[in-house]
């Protein structure tokens, strides 16, 4: 977890005799530090997920009242959207249609979110599932004059579990890089990329891994995070101008920790923001934990 280092005056005078007593000190202080440390870490995890047990009784109550109406909305738009001939009509028709199906999307994944689906136990390969997301949005950001730019290690080795759940927490990612970078065009902050990189605001995808975990980043060049400590907080930023965060990111790290995995935020300097994402290449890891969490929730 780190390293210990004493400095003293007069050290290289210190009789060898006197070293195994210091040294079984300093070894019982850095065990101590050690426990302090991932006591901090296991408490920080219960207090996410007691929030995410908070929420998830929220979301459900909300889907549930939403959905009726949500129901009558979507009929009557679409019999209206048929049966008027009035070209203003059917247009504003099909617009509430629309609208009306984005709010149902929402509802149902806030359904999904309080109740957990039995967590699939599949390969994925991240590299295709990254190639798949890059070729249907990088259209779209290079409209808006954004790069995206992705980077991948060769050998990749695959992770384990649900392919469309991480597809979402990948989507969702790169949409509030999205979001973040223009806010920062918007608010008129340059890109911090030399010429040579074509001083252009992007999002940055870099995948690589090490003996037992998958390191997923997303950067971008906008504002960076208010409190990247809170970010993965329900609700929190939800009215922030660059985060829109909502239930987003919670969202996401409910789904990392399923997996076993990790998620953390953190700002760039001089600005931009970066989210890791570090998934376990050999099957899904802490499963108690995982499981505890799930039926909290």
């Not at 099909?94 to 967590?119: C, F, G, H, P």
Request: charged content about 20%.
């Amino acid at each position: 977890m780190g390293a210990l280092a004493v400095c003293a005056d007069g050290l290289l005078s210190v009789s060898r005799s006197a070293v195994p007593p210091a040294m079984t000190a300093l070894e019982g202080l850095a065990a101590k530090l050690g426990r302090s440390l991932e006591n901090v870490a296991l408490a920080d995890r219960l207090m996410k997920a007691e929030k995410l047990a908070g929420l998830g009784l929220l979301a459900g109550g909300v889907a549930h009242a939403l959905n009726n109406p949500l129901t009558a909305v979507l009929g009557f738009a679409d019999l209206i959207a048929h049966t008027s001939a009035e070209a203003r009509v059917q247009t504003d028709a099909k617009r509430i249609v629309q609208e009306a199906r984005r709010m149902r999307d929402m509802v149902e994944s806030l359904v999904n979110y309080w109740q957990r689906d039995t967590l699939a136990d599949e390969q994925i390969a991240v590299p295709a599932l990254l190639q798949e997301l890059a070729d249907a949005c990088a259209a779209r950001l290079e409209q808006r004059c954004v790069r995206l730019v992705v980077q991948a290690e060769e050998d990749l080795p695959p992770v384990r579990g649900n392919r469309e759940r991480l597809r979402q927490v990948i989507e969702h990612l790169l949409n509030n890089a999205a979001q973040a970078v223009g806010a920062a065009k918007e608010m008129g902050v340059e890109s911090p990329l030399s010429e040579e990189d074509g001083a252009q605001h992007s999002i940055r995808v870099t995948v690589s891994h090490e003996e037992k975990t998958l390191q997923l980043i997303v950067s971008d060049t906008g504002p960076g995070f208010q409190d990247p400590a809170r970010v993965f907080d329900p609700l929190y930023g939800a009215s922030q101008p660059r985060e829109g965060i909502g239930l987003g990111l919670s969202l996401c790290y409910g789904i990392v920790r399923e997996h076993g995995g990790d998620i953390t935020a953190f700002n760039l300097h001089p600005h931009g923001a970066a989210v890791m994402v570090e998934l376990p290449v050999n099957g899904i890891r802490d499963k108690a934990f995982a499981g505890v969490a799930s039926q909290m929730v």
